[in-house]
């Protein structure tokens, strides 16, 4: 079954990435997005998922660069979270990809 999904959001947050981000880079975002609309990413990329929230993934489109997104199923339509270097907000500790909610807590649980 083929999936359509329509870009919704974070739309901005792509625009303000793509202003410092090299032509070479824009390509292969603007590929991913392409592939997530149509389903095919999940073929093409490494994917990982946010245990806290099926919701988001995080997609390895190269070693220095990945794109979170939310998908919306019931809505047939996905948003941007993030662009940038697994090191950034799509990182955890040791720079292993990982999700982070979208509301960063503190250390002391608040």
Do not use: C, H, T
Request: cysteine-free; glycine content about 12%.
């Amino acid at each position: 079954m083929a999936m359509r999904l329509q870009l919704v959001e974070g739309i901005e947050l792509l625009d303000e990435w793509a202003e410092s981000a090299s032509q070479a880079q824009r390509n292969i975002i603007y590929e991913a997005l392409f592939a997530v609309g149509d389903g095919s990413a999940f073929l093409i990329y490494d994917i990982f998922g946010d245990p806290g929230d099926r919701g988001n993934f995080v997609v390895a489109v190269r070693p220095d660069l990945v794109l979170k997104v939310l998908l919306r199923r019931q809505e047939s339509s996905f948003a941007v979270r993030y662009v940038g270097p697994p090191d950034g907000e799509a990182a955890g500790p040791g720079g292993d990809v990982v999700l982070s909610s979208e509301e960063p807590s503190s250390p002391e649980g608040g």
